[in-house]
């Protein structure tokens, strides 16, 4: 198992900065030049990542850390984050995510203010220090072998097929689209039968919701999997049952208080490995599209250096 330990000292290389002008449709744009400024008071040399699609950002991350960069930092939400993840995951390059997008969930879970530049002022005080200190990962693996990092929730039901259903949608633009593949998709809502592994022991349920969490919140602040801890080297299972549709959208609203794991129908679980398989589900992790199942999920304790 991998293990990162805490280290106190000042990074040698750049800090590579990752940036989404689009994330909240933009809202934080203009703000940009002051979060840079408040990252170089740090005294090391800010260098801005150009990136015009998902794919390049992640690209231009790996690359980055592969030049020698001292810390990544990422400015926009989960999206974002998640991309600059699979560069630093596992490495000892430093990590810290300014929220300035419509979801922060794993920025504002490990501790960062919601604030974009009170969270660039605390990455700016751990550079100089030269603090950091250990997060968990989840890492997921494919039947193929492919893998993917995430740092928030993995979702792998009714709202991973939501996600899907969204994303296939060409009209109408905005939140609209998202709101209709939700009716679309609860007018087909049926339990599918999955096929659970915890630490090794199998069982079969019923569910139209399944979330792993490293942390405990996805979707900005639905509090899907309450209980979790990114420090505690687990993952938090939450399934939801055999739910009909009126129950479910009664239920809906609790998540965002972490409620909903005291209906009868819900069930959780806490395991350092869980495999997930069921037919015709497309994953999201931190909210982007990830690996279709079934998939391999491995908790790796401190695979992360936050600079906090």
């Known amino acids: 198992m991998l293990a990162v330990t805490a280290h106190d000292h000042a ?3 750049p800090v590579a900065v990752l940036a989404n002008p689009t994330a909240a449709r933009g809202r934080h744009r203009g703000l940009l030049p002051a979060l840079l400024d408040r990252l170089g008071t740090a005294g090391h040399p800010v ?16 690359a980055a850390v592969a030049a020698g960069a001292g810390a990544l930092v990422a400015v926009g939400g989960d999206g974002t984050v998640h991309r600059a993840l699979q560069a630093v995951a596992g490495t000892a390059v430093p990590f810290g995510p300014v929220p300035a997008g419509t979801g922060n969930d794993f920025a504002v879970d490990t501790g960062f203010p919601a604030d974009p530049l009170a969270a660039a002022g605390v990455i700016a005080d751990a550079l100089r220090d030269g603090r950091s200190r250990p997060v968990d990962l989840a890492r997921m693996t ?18 991973a097929i939501v996600n899907e259903r969204a994303n296939r949608m060409r009209r109408p633009r905005g939140p609209r689209r998202y709101d209709l593949a939700i009716l679309m998709e609860l007018a087909r809502l049926r339990p ?20 792993v969490g490293n942390c405990a919140s996805y979707g900005g602040g639905m509090r899907i999997c309450p209980d979790a801890d990114p420090t505690d080297g687990l993952l938090d299972v939450v399934v939801g049952g055999r739910f009909d549709r009126r129950t479910l959208m009664r239920v809906k609203p609790r998540i965002y208080r972490g409620t909903h794991v005291e209906h009868p129908l819900v069930r959780s679980y806490r395991a350092r490995t869980v495999e997930v398989a069921a037919e015709g589900i497309t994953t999201y992790a931190d909210g982007e599209r990830a690996l279709d199942l079934p998939v391999r999920i491995t908790a790796v304790p401190a695979a992360l250096r936050l600079l906090r």
């Open 192 to 211: 599918r039968r999955y096929i659970l592994r915890l630490d090794g022991v199998p069982q079969q349920v019923d569910a139209v919701l399944v979330a």
């Open 47 to 62: 260098e801005l990542l150009s990136a015009a699609t998902p794919d390049e950002a992640e690209a231009v991350c790996h």
């Open 11 to 13: 990074p040698s290389g």
């Open 142 to 159: 494919g039947p193929g072998g492919a893998e993917r990092w995430y740092g928030a929730v993995l979702a792998a039901g009714f709202d």
